[in-house]
């Protein structure tokens, strides 16, 4: 455990700051209250992985918040665009000794503790590996060393994220693997899915 760490990346939960494509149709109230269940199932899920546990919040450190100190250690993403942000934090970490990092969101409620098992038991064998989600994104990426190229040149938010580093690991010599396709929330639509397939 010493040496695996998950990394959560959220965002400070003000209304109108979070799920704004969702809140175009629902509201910003209504989005918020998606976003805080997001939060807690994401939460759910990440407790029941045996690794360190790091938030990393948009703006200010939560004080007081669901995800507990004596848990959670909690950092401010940098300035920059996602990649910059993501290569951060996975650098951070490997400087401070852990040897497989799995950094997710908070928007995907599919996402349970045995498929972040499974993204560090590929840890042992691949470089990196992904999460890829439908929109062609990912919702996960785990790293077993620092390999910030796969985070670079990249289109962030549109359907050629996933593809784009996919590339980059080809071109870099860097061994990829791929866990099952999810979906994220982002609007309604997903939403109300997401509601619909609940036992």
Request: proline share 2%; glycine share 6%.
């Amino acid at each position: 455990m010493k040496n695996k760490k998950i990394v959560v990346f959220v965002k400070n939960a003000v209304p109108g700051k979070v799920k704004t494509r969702l809140a175009k149709t629902i509201g910003d109230k209504e989005a918020l209250d998606v976003y805080l269940r997001l939060l807690e199932i994401t939460k759910r899920e990440v407790l029941k992985v045996e690794a360190n546990k790091e938030v990393r919040y948009a703006w200010d450190i939560g004080k007081d918040d669901i995800w507990e100190e004596e848990i959670f250690s909690k950092k401010i993403q940098i300035d920059g665009d996602l990649g910059e942000k993501m290569k951060h934090a996975f650098e951070d970490s490997f400087i401070n000794g852990c040897n497989k990092v799995v950094l997710i969101g908070s928007d995907c409620p599919t996402l349970t503790s045995k498929i972040m098992e499974e993204a560090f038991a590929k840890l042992d064998d691949n470089d990196v590996v992904f999460g890829p989600s439908e929109d062609g994104g990912y919702y996960l990426i785990g790293m077993s060393s620092y390999k910030p190229e796969v985070l670079e040149g990249i289109d962030w938010s549109t359907e050629r994220v996933m593809e784009q580093t996919e590339l980059r690991a080809q071109e870099n010599a860097i061994k990829l693997a791929k866990l099952k396709v999810l979906n994220d929330i982002d609007n309604e639509h997903d939403w109300n899915e997401y509601l619909a397939n609940l036992d």
